[in-house]
T-cell receptor, first 112, second 114 residues
Framework: GNSVTQMEGPVTLSEEAFLTINCTYTATGYPSLFWYVQYPGEGLQLLLKATKADDKGSNKGFEATYRKETTSFHLEKGSVQVSDSAVYFCALSGDSGYSTLTFGKGTMLLVS | DTGVSQDPRHKITKRGQNVTFRCDPISEHNRLYWYRQTLGQGPEFLTYFQNEAQLEKSRLLSDRFSAERPKGSFSTLEIQRTEQGDSAMYLC????????????FGPGTRLTVL
């Protein structure tokens, strides 16, 4: 079945540091890949997505590239801010039109 | 566009009681999903509807759980005879069929079973 593995947190960074959160996946076919963010006390928000190999999703300074050869979708940001402190979830959706989302366990990011 | 809403936001109940949660999706979205999230974990799929039809149910959805979407608009999730293990955040999401399954989430209902 489908699965997503994320690096464990918390990830603790100083403001303006470079961020990488690793995400690898197992799925058949060509899934769509997503990063969701959950700020304290709020619901899940879609951060970015990529629907085919070599696509790069980007939003709010965050980027992730769909790498089929390494089955990865690592999240990066060049300079984090305190306001980026949140829990980040990597997720995939199978390539059937009716698939649900499979999430990783989430990675907490703390920026001070 | 008011987003996905869920009611109540918090529910505390005693073991053995029944509870019901409501989800109102984004108005033009025909797909509606329920997920459960426990502390330190990502959301896990429970069930999903396309319009009023319940198309898929996870094995996590025991016989005590039932979900409906009577007119293809709002949905309810009922848990009968609650157990302490049912304590979790229950999330609802909606999507358009042709939008690569991008799902929009509500704020969730936090259930605590004493």
């Amino acid at each position: 079945g489908n699965s997503v593995t994320q690096m464990e947190g918390p990830v603790t960074l100083s403001e303006e540091a470079f961020l990488t959160i690793n995400c690898t996946y197992t799925a058949t076919g060509y899934p769509s890949l997503f990063w969701y963010v959950q700020y304290p006390g709020e619901g899940l928000q879609l951060l970015l997505k990529a629907t085919k190999a070599d696509d790069k999703g980007s939003n709010k300074g965050f980027e992730a590239t769909y790498r089929k050869e390494t089955t990865s979708f690592h999240l990066e940001k060049g300079s984090v801010q305190v306001s980026d402190s949140a829990v980040y979830f990597c997720a995939l959706s199978g390539d059937s039109g009716y698939s649900t989302l499979t999430f990783g366990k989430g990675t907490m990011l703390l920026v001070s | 566009d008011t987003g996905v809403s869920q009611d109540p936001r918090h529910k505390i109940t005693k073991r053995g009681q029944n509870v019901t949660f409501r989800c109102d999706p984004i108005s033009e979205h025909n797909r509606l999903y329920w997920y459960r999230q426990t502390l330190g974990q990502g959301p896990e799929f429970l069930t999903y509807f396309q319009n009023e039809a319940q198309l898929e149910k996870s094995r996590l959805l025991s016989d005590r759980f039932s979900a409906e979407r009577p007119k293809g608009s709002f949905s309810t999730l009922e848990i009968q005879r609650t157990e302490q293990g049912d304590s979790a955040m229950y999330l609802c999401a909606s999507s358009l069929r042709l939008a690569d399954n991008e799902q929009f989430f509500g704020p969730g209902t936090r259930l605590t079973v004493l």
